[in-house]
Protein backbone atom coordinates (compact mmCIF):
# COMPACT_ATOMS: atom_id res chain seq x y z
CA UNK A 1 0.00 0.00 0.00
CA UNK A 2 2.26 2.93 -1.38
CA UNK A 3 0.55 5.46 0.14
CA UNK A 4 0.96 5.05 3.48
CA UNK A 5 4.39 5.52 4.99
CA UNK A 6 6.21 3.97 8.00
CA UNK A 7 4.87 7.45 10.30
CA UNK A 8 1.17 5.72 9.50
CA UNK A 9 2.07 2.45 10.93
CA UNK A 10 1.12 3.47 14.52
CA UNK A 11 -1.99 5.14 13.40
CA UNK A 12 -3.22 1.39 11.45
CA UNK A 13 -2.61 -0.80 13.97
CA UNK A 14 -3.88 1.63 16.51
CA UNK A 15 -7.43 1.94 14.33
CA UNK A 16 -7.37 -1.38 13.77
CA UNK A 17 -7.22 -2.70 16.96
CA UNK A 18 -10.30 -0.50 18.27
CA UNK A 19 -12.46 -1.71 14.88
CA UNK A 20 -12.34 0.96 12.07
CA UNK A 21 -12.64 0.17 9.28
CA UNK A 22 -9.77 0.45 6.49
CA UNK A 23 -11.43 3.04 4.31
CA UNK A 24 -11.48 5.37 7.76
CA UNK A 25 -7.95 4.33 8.48
CA UNK A 26 -6.93 5.87 4.79
CA UNK A 27 -8.68 8.82 5.82
CA UNK A 28 -7.18 9.35 9.14
CA UNK A 29 -3.58 8.66 7.41
CA UNK A 30 -4.64 11.81 5.47
CA UNK A 31 -4.57 10.14 1.96
CA UNK A 32 -5.91 11.81 -0.79
CA UNK A 33 -5.89 9.05 -3.42
CA UNK A 34 -9.23 8.74 -4.55
CA UNK A 35 -8.24 5.42 -6.63
CA UNK A 36 -7.48 3.31 -3.43
CA UNK A 37 -11.06 4.57 -1.88
CA UNK A 38 -12.05 2.25 -4.26
CA UNK A 39 -10.30 -0.63 -3.94
CA UNK A 40 -12.42 -3.87 -3.12
CA UNK A 41 -13.11 -3.61 1.19
CA UNK A 42 -11.71 -7.28 1.54
CA UNK A 43 -8.30 -6.19 -1.20
CA UNK A 44 -8.04 -3.09 1.50
CA UNK A 45 -7.86 -5.32 4.44
CA UNK A 46 -5.88 -7.67 2.62
CA UNK A 47 -3.60 -4.67 1.61
CA UNK A 48 -3.44 -3.21 5.41
CA UNK A 49 -2.16 -6.95 6.54
CA UNK A 50 0.75 -6.73 3.88
CA UNK A 51 1.17 -3.46 4.92
CA UNK A 52 2.02 -4.33 8.56
CA UNK A 53 3.44 -7.20 8.11
CA UNK A 54 6.32 -5.66 5.75
CA UNK A 55 6.89 -3.08 7.72
CA UNK A 56 7.07 -5.19 10.72
CA UNK A 57 10.08 -7.34 9.10
CA UNK A 58 11.82 -4.51 7.97
CA UNK A 59 12.06 -2.92 11.40
CA UNK A 60 13.43 -6.21 12.80
CA UNK A 61 15.55 -6.08 10.08
CA UNK A 62 16.44 -2.94 11.17
CA UNK A 63 16.82 -3.69 14.79
CA UNK A 64 18.92 -6.85 14.49
CA UNK A 65 21.02 -5.24 11.96
CA UNK A 66 21.96 -2.39 13.33
CA UNK A 67 22.67 -3.30 16.58
CA UNK A 68 23.96 -6.10 19.13
CA UNK A 69 21.04 -8.52 19.77
CA UNK A 70 19.40 -8.01 23.50
CA UNK A 71 21.03 -9.79 25.92
CA UNK A 72 18.44 -12.92 27.37
CA UNK A 73 17.62 -10.57 30.41
CA UNK A 74 15.48 -9.07 28.28
CA UNK A 75 14.43 -10.63 25.75
CA UNK A 76 12.97 -12.64 28.95
CA UNK A 77 11.62 -9.56 30.60
CA UNK A 78 9.85 -8.40 27.13
CA UNK A 79 8.27 -12.12 26.91
CA UNK A 80 6.43 -11.69 30.39
CA UNK A 81 5.53 -7.83 29.88
CA UNK A 82 3.35 -9.10 26.74
CA UNK A 83 2.28 -8.10 23.40
CA UNK A 84 4.35 -5.22 23.60
CA UNK A 85 7.54 -3.79 21.65
CA UNK A 86 10.84 -3.73 23.02
CA UNK A 87 12.52 -0.66 20.73
CA UNK A 88 16.23 -0.51 20.50
CA UNK A 89 17.01 1.98 23.27
CA UNK A 90 15.02 -1.09 25.21
CA UNK A 91 11.97 0.91 26.04
CA UNK A 92 8.04 -0.57 26.19
CA UNK A 93 5.99 0.95 22.55
CA UNK A 94 2.53 0.31 22.55
CA UNK A 95 2.28 -0.98 19.75
CA UNK A 96 0.51 -4.72 17.74
CA UNK A 97 2.84 -7.67 16.96
CA UNK A 98 1.97 -8.76 13.77
CA UNK A 99 0.35 -11.58 14.99
CA UNK A 100 -1.97 -9.07 17.27
CA UNK A 101 -2.05 -7.22 13.57
CA UNK A 102 -3.16 -10.09 11.94
CA UNK A 103 -5.74 -10.60 14.78
CA UNK A 104 -7.24 -7.08 14.41
CA UNK A 105 -7.51 -6.82 10.46
CA UNK A 106 -9.76 -10.54 11.06
CA UNK A 107 -11.68 -9.46 13.88
CA UNK A 108 -12.30 -5.42 12.01
CA UNK A 109 -13.52 -7.04 8.99
CA UNK A 110 -16.32 -8.53 10.66
CA UNK A 111 -17.09 -5.61 12.57
CA UNK A 112 -19.34 -2.44 11.77
CA UNK A 113 -16.73 0.64 11.80
CA UNK A 114 -16.84 2.17 14.82
CA UNK A 115 -16.43 5.64 12.79
CA UNK A 116 -18.20 5.21 9.81
CA UNK A 117 -20.77 2.93 11.05
CA UNK A 118 -20.78 0.86 7.76
CA UNK A 119 -20.97 4.17 5.57
CA UNK A 120 -17.88 2.94 3.85
CA UNK A 121 -18.09 -0.72 4.23
CA UNK A 122 -22.00 -2.34 3.48
CA UNK A 123 -22.81 0.94 1.32
CA UNK A 124 -19.88 1.58 -1.41
CA UNK A 125 -20.72 -2.19 -2.53
CA UNK A 126 -22.51 -2.71 -6.00
CA UNK A 127 -25.50 -4.25 -4.24
CA UNK A 128 -26.55 -0.42 -2.51
CA UNK A 129 -25.29 1.05 -5.72
CA UNK A 130 -27.52 -1.18 -8.26
CA UNK A 131 -30.57 -0.73 -5.86
CA UNK A 132 -29.88 3.61 -5.93
CA UNK A 133 -29.75 3.34 -9.82
CA UNK A 134 -33.18 1.11 -9.57
CA UNK A 135 -34.66 4.13 -7.66
CA UNK A 136 -33.46 6.30 -10.44
CA UNK A 137 -34.58 4.56 -13.39
CA UNK A 138 -37.75 3.28 -12.09
CA UNK A 139 -38.83 7.81 -11.42
CA UNK A 140 -38.67 8.08 -14.66
CA UNK A 141 -36.87 11.37 -15.21
CA UNK A 142 -34.86 12.72 -17.78
CA UNK A 143 -31.35 13.78 -16.88
CA UNK A 144 -27.99 13.71 -18.85
CA UNK A 145 -25.86 14.20 -16.15
CA UNK A 146 -26.44 14.12 -12.28
CA UNK A 147 -24.81 15.70 -8.96
CA UNK A 148 -25.28 12.76 -5.83
CA UNK A 149 -26.03 14.34 -2.49
CA UNK A 150 -25.51 12.11 0.79
CA UNK A 151 -27.21 12.76 4.55
CA UNK A 152 -24.90 11.48 7.18
CA UNK A 153 -26.49 10.45 10.99
CA UNK A 154 -25.39 13.57 13.08
CA UNK A 155 -23.30 11.16 15.55
CA UNK A 156 -20.76 10.35 12.89
CA UNK A 157 -19.24 13.49 13.75
CA UNK A 158 -19.15 12.75 17.35
CA UNK A 159 -17.75 9.42 16.51
CA UNK A 160 -14.88 11.07 14.70
CA UNK A 161 -13.96 13.51 17.10
CA UNK A 162 -13.54 10.92 19.33
CA UNK A 163 -11.14 8.86 16.74
CA UNK A 164 -9.32 11.62 16.05
CA UNK A 165 -8.32 12.67 19.75
CA UNK A 166 -7.37 8.81 20.01
CA UNK A 167 -4.95 9.55 16.89
CA UNK A 168 -3.83 12.81 17.61
CA UNK A 169 -2.66 11.31 21.01
CA UNK A 170 -1.01 8.82 19.53
CA UNK A 171 0.86 10.97 17.20
CA UNK A 172 1.69 13.16 19.83
CA UNK A 173 3.67 10.43 21.11
CA UNK A 174 5.76 10.09 18.45
CA UNK A 175 6.35 13.71 18.38
CA UNK A 176 4.18 14.18 15.35
CA UNK A 177 0.52 15.60 14.95
CA UNK A 178 -2.83 15.54 12.89
CA UNK A 179 -4.95 18.39 12.18
CA UNK A 180 -8.53 17.86 12.10
CA UNK A 181 -8.65 19.43 9.02
CA UNK A 182 -5.81 17.15 7.47
CA UNK A 183 -8.25 13.76 7.94
CA UNK A 184 -10.29 13.49 4.34
CA UNK A 185 -13.70 14.03 5.08
CA UNK A 186 -15.98 10.95 5.29
CA UNK A 187 -18.32 12.68 2.83
CA UNK A 188 -15.99 13.37 0.02
CA UNK A 189 -14.13 9.87 0.65
CA UNK A 190 -18.27 7.84 0.22
CA UNK A 191 -18.29 10.12 -3.20
CA UNK A 192 -15.25 9.39 -4.24
CA UNK A 193 -16.05 5.80 -4.23
CA UNK A 194 -19.95 5.89 -5.33
CA UNK A 195 -19.67 8.63 -8.46
CA UNK A 196 -17.97 6.14 -10.50
CA UNK A 197 -20.28 3.06 -9.80
CA UNK A 198 -23.21 5.28 -10.04
CA UNK A 199 -21.82 7.15 -13.13
CA UNK A 200 -21.34 3.39 -15.03
CA UNK A 201 -24.65 2.08 -13.95
CA UNK A 202 -26.85 4.95 -15.57
CA UNK A 203 -24.89 5.43 -18.01
CA UNK A 204 -24.27 9.36 -17.88
CA UNK A 205 -21.37 11.27 -16.07
CA UNK A 206 -21.73 12.80 -12.62
CA UNK A 207 -21.43 16.81 -12.50
CA UNK A 208 -21.32 19.00 -10.02
CA UNK A 209 -23.44 21.78 -11.72
CA UNK A 210 -26.07 19.23 -12.81
CA UNK A 211 -29.61 20.53 -12.12
CA UNK A 212 -30.50 16.19 -11.45
CA UNK A 213 -29.85 15.07 -7.90
CA UNK A 214 -29.87 11.89 -6.96
CA UNK A 215 -29.91 12.05 -2.57
CA UNK A 216 -29.67 9.29 -0.37
CA UNK A 217 -30.47 9.65 3.55
CA UNK A 218 -28.48 8.29 5.78
CA UNK A 219 -29.88 7.14 9.76
CA UNK A 220 -28.77 5.43 12.81
CA UNK A 221 -31.18 3.84 15.57
CA UNK A 222 -28.63 5.91 18.40
CA UNK A 223 -28.54 8.89 16.89
CA UNK A 224 -30.26 10.42 19.67
CA UNK A 225 -28.36 8.08 22.70
CA UNK A 226 -24.90 8.98 21.52
CA UNK A 227 -25.38 12.72 21.29
CA UNK A 228 -27.46 13.32 24.25
CA UNK A 229 -24.62 14.14 26.37
CA UNK A 230 -23.91 17.46 24.03
CA UNK A 231 -27.01 18.61 25.39
CA UNK A 232 -26.46 18.67 28.78
CA UNK A 233 -23.21 20.41 27.71
CA UNK A 234 -24.15 22.85 25.34
CA UNK A 235 -27.73 23.37 25.50
CA UNK A 236 -28.01 26.24 23.60
CA UNK A 237 -27.11 24.61 20.62
CA UNK A 238 -30.38 22.24 21.04
CA UNK A 239 -33.37 24.09 20.11
CA UNK A 240 -37.01 22.65 18.96
CA UNK A 241 -37.92 23.06 15.15
CA UNK A 242 -41.22 22.37 14.01
CA UNK A 243 -40.15 20.71 10.99
CA UNK A 244 -37.54 18.59 12.59
CA UNK A 245 -37.90 15.12 14.31
CA UNK A 246 -35.05 15.08 16.08
CA UNK A 247 -32.92 18.21 17.85
CA UNK A 248 -29.71 16.57 17.17
CA UNK A 249 -29.41 17.74 14.06
CA UNK A 250 -25.90 17.78 11.52
CA UNK A 251 -25.39 21.43 12.41
CA UNK A 252 -26.45 21.55 15.74
CA UNK A 253 -23.75 18.94 16.88
CA UNK A 254 -21.34 20.29 15.11
CA UNK A 255 -22.10 23.67 16.67
CA UNK A 256 -21.84 21.64 20.28
CA UNK A 257 -18.38 20.00 19.15
CA UNK A 258 -17.25 23.30 18.43
CA UNK A 259 -17.77 24.73 21.67
CA UNK A 260 -17.17 21.97 24.14
CA UNK A 261 -13.90 21.37 25.58
CA UNK A 262 -11.59 18.40 25.29
CA UNK A 263 -11.69 17.22 28.48
CA UNK A 264 -15.29 17.50 28.80
CA UNK A 265 -15.89 15.56 25.29
CA UNK A 266 -13.72 12.68 27.14
CA UNK A 267 -14.93 12.55 30.55
CA UNK A 268 -18.63 11.70 28.41
CA UNK A 269 -17.86 9.92 25.38
CA UNK A 270 -15.47 6.90 25.11
CA UNK A 271 -12.02 7.58 23.02
CA UNK A 272 -11.64 5.23 20.92
CA UNK A 273 -15.75 5.17 20.28
CA UNK A 274 -17.33 2.10 21.14
CA UNK A 275 -18.21 -0.64 18.72
CA UNK A 276 -21.49 0.11 17.11
CA UNK A 277 -24.55 -2.03 18.21
CA UNK A 278 -26.44 -1.54 15.04
CA UNK A 279 -25.60 -0.79 11.11
CA UNK A 280 -26.95 2.54 9.68
CA UNK A 281 -29.75 2.09 7.09
CA UNK A 282 -30.66 3.53 4.08
CA UNK A 283 -33.47 5.76 5.11
CA UNK A 284 -34.91 7.27 1.83
CA UNK A 285 -33.30 7.46 -1.96
CA UNK A 286 -34.85 10.54 -3.70
CA UNK A 287 -33.81 11.82 -7.02
CA UNK A 288 -34.63 15.46 -7.84
CA UNK A 289 -34.72 17.40 -11.05
CA UNK A 290 -33.95 21.36 -10.79
CA UNK A 291 -37.04 23.48 -11.58
CA UNK A 292 -37.96 24.51 -15.76
CA UNK A 293 -39.45 27.98 -16.11
CA UNK A 294 -41.97 28.54 -19.08
CA UNK A 295 -43.05 32.35 -20.10
CA UNK A 296 -45.33 33.55 -22.35
CA UNK A 297 -48.04 36.22 -22.42
CA UNK A 298 -51.45 35.36 -21.92
CA UNK A 299 -55.05 37.30 -23.52
CA UNK A 300 -58.18 36.74 -20.59
CA UNK A 301 -61.64 37.30 -22.55
CA UNK A 302 -63.53 36.77 -19.35
CA UNK A 303 -65.22 38.65 -16.85
CA UNK A 304 -66.03 36.28 -14.47
CA UNK A 305 -62.12 34.42 -14.14
CA UNK A 306 -59.70 35.42 -11.37
CA UNK A 307 -55.96 35.42 -12.16
CA UNK A 308 -55.09 32.59 -9.13
CA UNK A 309 -57.55 30.84 -7.25
CA UNK A 310 -60.30 32.60 -5.52
CA UNK A 311 -60.63 30.99 -2.18
CA UNK A 312 -62.17 33.30 1.15
CA UNK A 313 -62.23 31.03 4.13
CA UNK A 314 -61.62 27.91 2.73
CA UNK A 315 -64.29 27.98 0.32
CA UNK A 316 -63.41 28.19 -3.88
CA UNK A 317 -65.81 31.53 -5.17
CA UNK A 318 -65.10 30.35 -8.57
CA UNK A 319 -64.58 27.13 -10.50
CA UNK A 320 -61.22 28.20 -12.10
CA UNK A 321 -58.80 30.81 -12.45
CA UNK A 322 -55.97 31.73 -15.66
CA UNK A 323 -53.31 30.16 -13.26
CA UNK A 324 -55.24 26.88 -13.35
CA UNK A 325 -56.01 26.63 -17.54
CA UNK A 326 -52.19 27.11 -18.33
CA UNK A 327 -50.58 25.35 -15.55
CA UNK A 328 -52.69 22.03 -15.85
CA UNK A 329 -51.41 20.99 -19.11
CA UNK A 330 -47.97 22.33 -18.42
CA UNK A 331 -47.90 20.03 -15.04
CA UNK A 332 -49.24 17.26 -17.24
CA UNK A 333 -46.40 17.28 -19.84
CA UNK A 334 -43.65 18.35 -17.91
CA UNK A 335 -44.68 15.54 -15.17
CA UNK A 336 -43.97 18.29 -12.22
CA UNK A 337 -44.50 17.80 -8.69
CA UNK A 338 -46.10 21.58 -8.42
CA UNK A 339 -45.80 24.68 -10.09
CA UNK A 340 -45.54 28.67 -8.68
CA UNK A 341 -46.89 31.05 -11.16
CA UNK A 342 -45.77 34.88 -11.56
CA UNK A 343 -46.84 37.64 -14.31
CA UNK A 344 -46.22 41.34 -14.93
CA UNK A 345 -49.15 42.77 -12.50
CA UNK A 346 -52.84 41.09 -12.39
CA UNK A 347 -55.68 42.48 -13.63
CA UNK A 348 -59.28 41.96 -11.40
CA UNK A 349 -61.67 38.95 -11.74
CA UNK A 350 -64.33 41.33 -14.14
CA UNK A 351 -61.33 42.97 -16.17
CA UNK A 352 -60.26 41.61 -20.09
CA UNK A 353 -56.76 41.07 -20.80
CA UNK A 354 -56.93 42.09 -24.62
CA UNK A 355 -53.90 43.15 -27.34
CA UNK A 356 -50.90 41.42 -26.63
CA UNK A 357 -51.63 39.92 -23.81
CA UNK A 358 -49.89 40.09 -20.47
CA UNK A 359 -46.35 38.47 -19.59
CA UNK A 360 -46.29 35.21 -17.28
CA UNK A 361 -44.37 32.54 -16.17
CA UNK A 362 -44.24 29.27 -14.42
CA UNK A 363 -42.12 27.57 -12.64
CA UNK A 364 -42.53 24.09 -12.45
CA UNK A 365 -40.96 22.52 -9.48
CA UNK A 366 -39.19 18.35 -10.16
CA UNK A 367 -40.16 18.06 -13.55
CA UNK A 368 -39.86 14.36 -14.54
CA UNK A 369 -39.88 15.49 -18.44
CA UNK A 370 -37.37 18.57 -19.18
CA UNK A 371 -36.57 18.77 -22.99
CA UNK A 372 -38.66 19.92 -25.48
CA UNK A 373 -38.50 20.88 -28.86
CA UNK A 374 -39.60 24.48 -30.30
CA UNK A 375 -42.54 22.63 -32.03
CA UNK A 376 -43.45 20.80 -28.88
CA UNK A 377 -43.77 23.85 -27.28
CA UNK A 378 -45.88 25.31 -29.97
CA UNK A 379 -48.37 22.05 -30.16
CA UNK A 380 -48.37 22.77 -25.95
CA UNK A 381 -49.44 25.97 -26.77
CA UNK A 382 -52.45 24.75 -29.01
CA UNK A 383 -53.45 22.28 -26.70
CA UNK A 384 -53.75 25.04 -23.73
CA UNK A 385 -55.50 27.52 -26.52
CA UNK A 386 -58.03 24.88 -27.73
CA UNK A 387 -59.09 23.87 -23.70
CA UNK A 388 -61.09 27.25 -23.15
CA UNK A 389 -62.37 30.25 -24.68
CA UNK A 390 -61.92 32.14 -21.79
CA UNK A 391 -58.07 32.66 -22.13
CA UNK A 392 -55.64 32.23 -24.99
CA UNK A 393 -51.44 32.29 -24.79
CA UNK A 394 -48.88 33.30 -27.20
CA UNK A 395 -44.99 33.21 -27.45
CA UNK A 396 -44.89 29.98 -25.31
CA UNK A 397 -41.49 29.26 -24.26
CA UNK A 398 -38.50 28.08 -21.90
CA UNK A 399 -36.55 30.36 -20.48
CA UNK A 400 -34.01 30.74 -17.54
CA UNK A 401 -34.50 31.97 -14.24
CA UNK A 402 -32.48 34.64 -14.78
CA UNK A 403 -34.65 36.08 -17.43
CA UNK A 404 -38.01 36.35 -15.25
CA UNK A 405 -36.22 39.37 -13.55
CA UNK A 406 -37.02 41.21 -16.76
CA UNK A 407 -40.52 40.52 -16.42
CA UNK A 408 -40.51 41.59 -12.90
CA UNK A 409 -38.60 44.91 -13.47
CA UNK A 410 -41.61 45.87 -16.07
CA UNK A 411 -44.06 45.75 -12.95
CA UNK A 412 -43.06 49.08 -12.02
CA UNK A 413 -40.73 50.69 -14.75
CA UNK A 414 -43.16 49.93 -17.88
CA UNK A 415 -46.58 51.52 -18.95
CA UNK A 416 -49.92 50.12 -19.58
CA UNK A 417 -52.62 51.20 -21.77
CA UNK A 418 -56.58 50.82 -20.57
CA UNK A 419 -60.05 51.31 -21.90
CA UNK A 420 -62.79 52.05 -19.29
CA UNK A 421 -66.34 52.32 -20.27
CA UNK A 422 -67.46 55.12 -17.71
CA UNK A 423 -70.97 56.04 -16.23
CA UNK A 424 -71.73 59.73 -14.73
CA UNK A 425 -74.74 60.69 -12.41
CA UNK A 426 -75.00 64.22 -14.13
CA UNK A 427 -75.50 64.28 -17.72
CA UNK A 428 -72.89 65.17 -20.27
CA UNK A 429 -71.39 66.51 -23.38
CA UNK A 430 -69.02 65.98 -25.45
CA UNK A 431 -68.02 69.67 -24.81
CA UNK A 432 -67.68 68.26 -21.04
CA UNK A 433 -65.16 65.69 -21.21
CA UNK A 434 -62.74 67.39 -24.49
CA UNK A 435 -60.23 69.11 -22.21
CA UNK A 436 -59.32 65.49 -20.56
CA UNK A 437 -57.36 64.82 -23.97
CA UNK A 438 -55.33 67.54 -23.18
CA UNK A 439 -53.99 66.34 -19.94
CA UNK A 440 -50.45 65.22 -19.71
CA UNK A 441 -48.40 63.43 -17.07
CA UNK A 442 -51.07 63.58 -14.42
CA UNK A 443 -50.09 62.91 -10.67
CA UNK A 444 -52.10 60.96 -8.56
CA UNK A 445 -51.50 60.39 -4.63
CA UNK A 446 -53.36 56.78 -4.46
CA UNK A 447 -53.92 55.49 -0.72
CA UNK A 448 -54.45 52.06 -0.81
CA UNK A 449 -57.65 51.09 -1.94
CA UNK A 450 -59.70 49.65 0.44
CA UNK A 451 -60.79 46.44 -1.95
CA UNK A 452 -57.61 44.96 -1.32
CA UNK A 453 -56.56 46.68 2.11
CA UNK A 454 -56.82 43.59 3.43
CA UNK A 455 -54.03 42.24 1.59
CA UNK A 456 -51.70 44.85 0.98
CA UNK A 457 -50.20 47.58 3.58
CA UNK A 458 -51.37 50.98 4.19
CA UNK A 459 -49.31 53.50 1.95
CA UNK A 460 -50.09 56.74 -0.39
CA UNK A 461 -48.68 55.73 -3.98
CA UNK A 462 -47.70 57.91 -6.37
CA UNK A 463 -48.87 57.17 -9.88
CA UNK A 464 -48.87 59.19 -13.49
CA UNK A 465 -51.63 59.18 -15.58
CA UNK A 466 -49.16 59.59 -18.95
CA UNK A 467 -52.24 60.20 -21.49
CA UNK A 468 -56.18 60.36 -21.63
CA UNK A 469 -58.69 60.31 -24.46
CA UNK A 470 -62.04 60.03 -24.63
CA UNK A 471 -64.63 59.26 -26.70
CA UNK A 472 -68.21 60.56 -25.82
CA UNK A 473 -71.01 57.47 -26.05
CA UNK A 474 -74.52 59.38 -24.25
CA UNK A 475 -75.25 62.08 -21.68
CA UNK A 476 -74.26 59.43 -19.02
CA UNK A 477 -71.28 57.27 -20.55
CA UNK A 478 -68.31 57.54 -22.56
CA UNK A 479 -65.15 55.67 -23.04
CA UNK A 480 -61.58 56.39 -21.33
CA UNK A 481 -58.30 55.07 -22.72
CA UNK A 482 -55.58 55.81 -20.34
CA UNK A 483 -51.67 55.52 -21.04
CA UNK A 484 -50.77 54.94 -17.20
CA UNK A 485 -47.35 54.24 -15.22
CA UNK A 486 -47.34 50.23 -14.20
CA UNK A 487 -49.28 49.86 -10.70
CA UNK A 488 -52.32 52.49 -10.96
CA UNK A 489 -55.41 51.59 -9.35
CA UNK A 490 -57.66 52.58 -12.38
CA UNK A 491 -60.71 51.97 -10.82
CA UNK A 492 -59.90 53.89 -7.90
CA UNK A 493 -58.69 56.75 -10.93
CA UNK A 494 -62.32 57.27 -11.85
CA UNK A 495 -64.37 56.83 -8.46
CA UNK A 496 -62.03 58.47 -6.31
CA UNK A 497 -62.75 55.43 -3.57
CA UNK A 498 -64.06 57.83 -1.50
CA UNK A 499 -61.43 60.60 -1.95
CA UNK A 500 -58.58 58.26 -1.51
CA UNK A 501 -57.52 58.80 -4.57
CA UNK A 502 -56.56 62.46 -5.66
CA UNK A 503 -57.39 63.77 -8.40
CA UNK A 504 -59.70 61.50 -9.74
CA UNK A 505 -62.77 62.09 -13.06
CA UNK A 506 -65.47 62.39 -10.52
CA UNK A 507 -63.38 65.63 -9.46
CA UNK A 508 -62.50 66.28 -12.63
CA UNK A 509 -65.37 66.76 -13.76
CA UNK A 510 -67.11 67.66 -10.80
CA UNK A 511 -69.43 64.84 -10.72
CA UNK A 512 -70.08 61.64 -9.53
CA UNK A 513 -68.30 58.61 -12.25
CA UNK A 514 -68.08 55.13 -11.88
CA UNK A 515 -66.55 52.13 -13.77
CA UNK A 516 -68.68 50.12 -15.80
CA UNK A 517 -66.43 47.84 -17.62
CA UNK A 518 -62.33 48.05 -18.20
CA UNK A 519 -60.00 46.60 -20.13
CA UNK A 520 -56.19 46.12 -20.39
CA UNK A 521 -55.42 46.87 -23.94
CA UNK A 522 -51.27 46.40 -23.77
CA UNK A 523 -48.39 45.68 -21.07
CA UNK A 524 -45.49 47.40 -22.40
CA UNK A 525 -42.98 44.74 -21.10
CA UNK A 526 -40.91 43.51 -24.00
CA UNK A 527 -40.74 40.28 -22.38
CA UNK A 528 -40.34 37.23 -23.61
CA UNK A 529 -39.33 37.64 -27.04
CA UNK A 530 -42.05 36.97 -29.41
CA UNK A 531 -41.91 34.24 -31.50
Known amino acids: MSSLTEKDRPVVQLLLKTGT ?9 CVGSQALYRHPYKDLMKDLKEYLRNNQEKEDRVCFDGADPPCKRIRLEHAAE ?15 STADGDAAVE ?44 SLPPQLSVRERA ?21 VQLKEAYKWIIHPQLSEE ?13 SVVFAHPETDEECRFLATACPDCFKPAKNKQSVFTRMAVIKALEKIKEEDFLKHFPCPPSSPKNLCVALEIQCNNGAVFVAGRYNKYSRNLPQTPWIIDGERKLESSVEE ?18 SSGREDVDVRTLGNGRPFAIELVNPRRIHFTAEEMKGLQQTINNSS ?18 MKEGEEEKTKTYSALIWTDKAIQREDIAFLD ?94
Not at 82 to 95: A, M, R, S, Y
Not at 165 to 182: H, I
Not at 390 to 405: C, F, N, S
Not at 456 to 469: D, G, N, S, Y
Open 202 to 214: LGVPDDGKSLFEV
Open 107 to 150: SSAAKVCNVCLGILQEFCEADFVQKVCQKVNSADYQFTSFVFSV
Open 389 to 406: DKIQVRDLQLVTREAIGR
Open 163 to 183: AWLLVKQEMGNLGLSLAKDDI
Open 21 to 29: CPRCILRFC
Open 438 to 531: DIKELKLDQKTPLRVLHRRPLAVRCRIIHTMKCEYIDEHHFRLRLKTQAGTYIKEFVHGDFGRTKPNIGSLLNRTADILELDVESVDVDWPPTL
Open 325 to 342: LISEHLMAEFKADSFNFS
Open 82 to 96: GPGDVNHNGELQQTL
